[in-house]
């Protein structure tokens, strides 16, 4: 187990001392119920001091078997990532469980001894890095998106890789609602880090939850800039998402702007720490359609479309945008964001993917003609042409409620 926990387990005994006379007697034969043949003779004809010494005996039988299980429940519960194979013994018998009052106990003793240590609730500890598994996740669970699944995955496996980086890495998502900007965010956060979304590493904002009233940016900036350096200072890589980033207060972006610059080489540490910024806009969403849909007209194949025929005129659509302060900021003016990643439109057979999807996600049986069903269901848009599903494969889960028997 990672950090050596058993020359520490003198900071348990106080509580364990305390455990003890909790500690249920086990499945004993003989004792819950009638004696077998053999215990019957010998209380029968060994005296009330036999007996007794038979029932110490076997009370301290139970408490050693049921101390191998507090320790592995507690283990489980400190250092989870080193006690994956010790299920079984975690367990215990089926149908075993704490009592009430000792699992109260045991809580207590986790919480007590966690205040002393890291117990990796979260933080470094819970980065996995699976490069292979995200690889694997935009190959086959991001559809119609080849720009991003390259782009995403070239630039955060490189960037995770330096030996000191000298800034953090930012990345813009640009495209309508629905082409996967979020779930690529999700697919990032899960194969990043053990517990996804919900590690203390990964930080999610969402601008009109987080953000909603301009009249309090003084306070917002100060939330912001204390959250981003606790989560910091608690793990040496971090992940912060800024959702509807178009609609970030002008004040707030400013004050993101020291955390994307480049730091001097003197401030660098030994192991300098990282940190991935994902802003999600559907801020030139129109240009990345009207582009895809001019290449398609004249005869462009979705796959051959370069990020060179498409990055120059989505950033001047950033920067001339006259409804979101996004790209007026200095992350923009001063180039501090690294990439700005298209996502593009859906068609009909990206929708049908992600009826697919949605089925064998929730284990249901589908057919050809449930996909179809489901995807003629979609609004397209140009009218008089419906190339592209106007909402991406949003709302795709709640549809095949349909379909439900």
């Not at 215990?39 to 001091?49: L, V, Y």
């Not at 996740?137 to 991003?148: E, F, I, S, Y």
């Not at 990206?350 to 249901?364: G, I, M, P, Y």
Request: glycine share 6%; aromatic share 10%; proline share 6%.
């Amino acid at each position: 187990m990672p950090r050596g926990p058993l020359p520490r387990l003198w900071l348990l005994l106080p509580l364990l001392l305390l455990l003890l006379p909790l500690l249920p007697l086990a499945d004993r034969q003989g004792h819950h119920g009638r004696a077998g043949p053999r215990e019957a003779a010998e209380e029968a004809g060994s005296g009330p001091a036999w007996r007794a010494f038979q029932d110490l005996r076997e009370r301290l039988r139970a408490a050693g078997a049921l101390s191998k299980r507090y320790w592995a429940l507690f283990a489980r519960r400190v250092w989870p990532e080193a006690c994956e194979q010790d299920e079984e013994a975690a367990a215990g018998p089926q149908g075993w469980s704490l009592p009430l009052l000792s699992q109260q106990y045991l809580d207590a003793l986790i919480s007590w001894y966690c205040s002393f240590q890291d117990c990796c609730g979260g933080g470094d500890c819970r980065i996995t890095n699976n490069f292979t598994g995200l690889e694997s996740d935009l190959r086959v669970c991001l559809h119609g998106q080849h720009l991003a699944q390259e782009l995403v995955l070239t630039t955060v496996r490189s960037y995770l890789e330096l030996p000191r980086p000298d800034k953090a890495l930012a990345l813009s998502f640009h495209g309508w609602s629905g082409t996967g900007k979020n779930f690529v965010a999700r697919m990032l956060a899960e194969n990043l880090y053990r517990d996804g979304l919900r590690s203390d590493c990964v930080k999610l904002f969402i601008t009109t939850l987080h953000f909603p009233h301009s009249k309090d940016v003084d306070l917002y900036k100060e939330w912001l800039t204390d959250q981003m350096r606790e989560t910091q200072e608690h793990c040496h890589q971090t992940l912060f998402v800024f959702d509807e980033a178009e609609k970030l207060h002008p004040g707030l972006l400013e004050a993101l702007g020291p955390h994307l610059e480049l730091q001097a080489p003197d401030n660098l540490r030994a192991e300098s720490p990282r940190t991935i910024f994902l802003f999600l806009s559907n801020l030139g969403g129109s240009v990345i359609n009207e582009v895809v849909l001019r290449l398609l007209e004249a005869g462009w194949s979705r796959e051959e479309i370069t990020m060179d025929q498409l990055a120059p005129q989505l950033q001047a659509e950033i920067v001339a945008s006259t409804d979101s302060g996004f790209g007026h900021s200095r992350l923009v003016k001063d180039n501090l964001i690294d990439f700005f990643v298209p996502f593009l439109p859906l068609e009909y057979r990206h929708v049908r993917l992600c009826a697919r999807d949605a089925f064998l996600s929730q284990k249901l049986p589908y057919t050809e003609e449930d996909l179809d069903e489901i995807a003629n269901m979609m609004v397209y848009i140009p009218q008089e042409k419906k190339i592209f599903s106007s909402q991406g494969c949003k709302s795709i889960s709640q549809r095949i409620n349909y379909f439900l028997p």
